[in-house]
């Protein structure tokens, strides 16, 4: 069961639109499930070992959550994706920030502050 939000959906700014897991790990299937805002869209690639996770039914319906399974990509797709890439037609929205000032970066994300990704400099 995803843990308890402290903020409602509807008030979530920073909430997805949809999550794409590829993990094998359910506890990451269902941490993509609790980023999502209201009418979001999961959509499972992964597929964990144990083929078991637990996400709450009434959640799910009160909340208009989609959840989608994708076998489809293979590996001369995800090349294609590299290409359109390094082609220079994708974009990646990120900000970089300090291992140090991780405490600092949840509490933007959980405000609702943070308009990118978040990737951390780990040297």
């Known amino acids: 069961m995803p843990a308890r939000r402290t903020l409602p959906r509807r008030s979530r700014p920073w909430a997805a639109r949809a999550a794409i897991s590829l993990a094998?790990?359910?506890?990451?299937?269902?941490?993509?499930?609790g980023s999502l805002r209201r009418g979001g869209t999961l959509v499972f690639v992964g597929l964990p070992a144990d083929n078991h996770l637990q996400l709450s039914i009434f959640e799910t319906v009160l909340n208009?959550?989609?959840?989608?399974?994708?076998?489809?990509?293979?590996?001369?797709?995800?090349?294609?994706v590299f290409e359109l890439h390094a082609a220079g037609k994708t974009h990646v929205v990120y900000e970089r920030r300090q291992l140090e000032d991780v405490n600092s970066a949840i509490h933007e994300v959980e405000t609702g502050q943070v308009k990118a990704r978040l990737v951390f400099d780990l040297q």
């Open 24 to 33: 094998v790990s359910p506890k990451a299937f269902e941490q993509a499930y």
């Open 64 to 80: 208009g959550t989609k959840v989608l399974g994708s076998i489809v990509s293979t590996r001369i797709d995800l090349q294609e």
